[in-house]
């Protein structure tokens, strides 16, 4: 899990820290920003072990987390940082979550929510 990371604190000087009007997953929303210019590193080998599904967590009191996710994705396409391929995958990804929103939405019956998701992914 990328919950423990080692970066050069340029980085973060550079391109921002954690967005803090996000209320969950301001942790993609900075990954976004920053691999989508710089290289990152995956290390197969476990270093830690992460115990998480705690009722204190944040994404465990947040219902439809995805919502920031696609707030998040749809920031970083209105920049012109990505390159054509990760902007594709950027849209791909934003669809994907856009579609899991709207069947929630229609689950609880929300049309406002439903509508507002589906103009999101006809803009691309």
């Not at 990760?86 to 669809?95: C, E, H, K, N, T």
Request: overall charge positive; some cysteine; proline content about 3%.
């Amino acid at each position: 899990a990328p919950s423990t990371v080692l970066l050069r604190r340029e980085l973060l000087e550079v391109h921002g820290m954690f967005d803090e009007r996000l209320p969950v997953c301001e942790d993609y929303d900075l990954w976004l920003r920053l691999c989508a210019q710089h290289p990152a590193a995956l290390l197969n080998e476990k270093l830690m072990t992460r115990h998480g599904g705690h009722a204190d967590q944040l994404s465990q009191r947040e219902w439809g987390i995805d919502r920031y996710r696609v707030q998040s994705i749809n920031k970083i396409l209105k920049t012109e940082i990505l390159k054509p391929d990760d902007r594709l995958s950027a849209i791909r990804m934003l669809q994907k979550k856009c579609r899991i929103l709207i069947q929630g939405f229609h689950k609880r019956d929300n049309i406002k929510e439903v509508r507002n998701y589906e103009k999101i992914i006809s803009q691309f």
